[in-house]
């Protein structure tokens, strides 16, 4: 399972340096402007492993510690943000502190009920961040954009830094998951093709105020980037 991991975070510093670099983001002949969100990943990767192949715990924070990907290694969560439920796995949603600074971790797990309790397996992916780096990645979009075009590249940027593989949808992929980080409030009238984000929870990270919005059905695995419709 220590591929599955490695490839989310290689899939997600891809797309990063990609949109932090490359100064050419609209050029006609940029390669990943006409790809999908889709397009990430293969179909061996995003495989799940069954639920008999997997150590289950009474509890969301023992299974997230049971985590031994170096990477990802948790002893404690400082927050659980989000637990978004599907029929038989789920995403969690959550702040650790590391060195001194806050990470926001999403793992997915596979859940099961026995005796009327909700068991969770060992984490079968995970994708994560600092807010620190999100205000860097905020910071150098800031300056290759006026503040209309730079909202809407900083939503482009979650959408392929996050669960651009699908990885973390939920009952076969007919719950597609997408959400960010943001640092303002102005985050709450966002409209992804039209549609308003399930929710928009206000957190604390490092100090500060930081809005984590999610979709829990919001369907772009056809939609080239720069064609989704983004608006506030």
Same mark, same amino acid.
């Given at each position: 399972?220590?591929?599955? $991991? =490695?490839?989310?975070t290689l899939v997600g510093i891809i797309f990063l340096l990609f949109?932090? +670099?490359n100064k050419s983001w609209k050029s006609e002949d940029? #390669? +990943?402007?006409g790809r999908t969100l889709n397009e990430f @990943?293969? &179909? &061996?990767y995003l495989k799940e492993k069954d639920a008999s192949e997997l150590k289950f715990y009474p509890t969301i924070e023992e299974a997230v510690c049971s985590c031994d990907w170096d990477e990802y290694s948790v002893s404690r969560i400082e927050k659980v943000v989000k637990v978004?439920?599907?029929?038989?796995? $789920? %995403?969690v949603f959550f702040i650790v502190n590391n060195k001194e600074k806050d990470n926001f971790y999403t793992f997915k797990l596979k859940t099961k009920?026995?005796?009327? #309790?909700? +068991? =969770?397996?060992?984490? !079968?992916y995970a994708v994560g961040t600092s807010w620190e780096l999100e205000k860097y990645r905020g910071r150098e979009l800031e300056k290759r954009y006026d503040k209309e075009d730079c909202f809407k590249q900083k939503i482009i940027s979650c959408l392929g830094f996050f669960n651009s593989t699908g990885a973390f949808s939920l009952d076969k992929?007919?719950?597609?998951?997408k959400w960010? !980080?943001? %640092?303002?409030?102005?985050?709450?009238? +966002? @409209?992804? %093709?039209?549609?308003?984000?399930?929710? /928009? /929870?206000?957190?604390?990270?490092d100090g500060e105020v930081v809005y984590f919005w999610y979709y829990e059905n919001l369907n772009l695995e056809n939609a080239k980037m720069q064609e989704i419709n983004i608006s506030h």
């Amino acid at each position: 399972m220590k591929r599955a $991991c =490695y490839i989310t975070t290689l899939v997600g510093i891809i797309f990063l340096l990609f949109i932090i +670099l490359n100064k050419s983001w609209k050029s006609e002949d940029n #390669k +990943l402007e006409g790809r999908t969100l889709n397009e990430f @990943a293969s &179909e &061996e990767y995003l495989k799940e492993k069954d639920a008999s192949e997997l150590k289950f715990y009474p509890t969301i924070e023992e299974a997230v510690c049971s985590c031994d990907w170096d990477e990802y290694s948790v002893s404690r969560i400082e927050k659980v943000v989000k637990v978004i439920q599907g029929e038989d796995s $789920c %995403d969690v949603f959550f702040i650790v502190n590391n060195k001194e600074k806050d990470n926001f971790y999403t793992f997915k797990l596979k859940t099961k009920q026995e005796k009327q #309790k909700i +068991l =969770y397996s060992e984490p !079968l992916y995970a994708v994560g961040t600092s807010w620190e780096l999100e205000k860097y990645r905020g910071r150098e979009l800031e300056k290759r954009y006026d503040k209309e075009d730079c909202f809407k590249q900083k939503i482009i940027s979650c959408l392929g830094f996050f669960n651009s593989t699908g990885a973390f949808s939920l009952d076969k992929n007919n719950k597609i998951i997408k959400w960010g !980080l943001h %640092d303002n409030e102005e985050i709450k009238t +966002l @409209a992804i %093709d039209e549609k308003r984000p399930t929710e /928009v /929870v206000k957190i604390k990270m490092d100090g500060e105020v930081v809005y984590f919005w999610y979709y829990e059905n919001l369907n772009l695995e056809n939609a080239k980037m720069q064609e989704i419709n983004i608006s506030h």
